[in-house]
Nanobody, 121 residues
């Protein structure tokens, strides 16, 4: 069994800051790419940022320079530092990780339950 649990969502003012965290736990052998996605009402889920085991990062254009993704390969965590958020960043944020379970050969994608981020004054 593998679980991804997110924390850190909530209400933040435009121009403020917020940090999301996600921890993977369970029978994990190794983790490949980890990332954050978001889904706003009436819109499709989109990639916000992801990070490889080696630390290479990828961001959607709209958050470049404002959000920073990081991970701890020992703790099996991934975080998203959100600086200067805008109202259009309001969405449910989901953590995703590509995980190989103990005793398995393949990687599978696992998702967290989602955490609401609301940017409003």
């Amino acid at each position: 069994q593998v679980q991804l649990v997110e924390s850190g969502g909530g209400l933040v003012q435009p121009g403020g800051s917020l940090r999301l965290s996600c921890k993977a736990s369970g029978s994990i052998s190794s983790i490949n790419t980890m990332g954050w996605y978001r889904q706003a009402p009436g819109k499709q889920r989109e990639l916000v940022a992801d990070i490889t085991t080696g630390g290479s990062t990828n961001y959607v254009e709209s958050v470049k320079g404002r959000f920073t993704i990081s991970r701890d390969n020992v703790q099996n965590t991934v975080s998203l530092q959100m600086n200067s958020p805008k109202p259009e960043d309001t969405a449910v944020y989901y953590c995703k990780a590509s995980i190989r379970r103990s005793g398995r050969h393949r990687y599978s994608d696992y998702w967290g339950q989602g955490t609401q981020v609301t940017v409003s004054s």
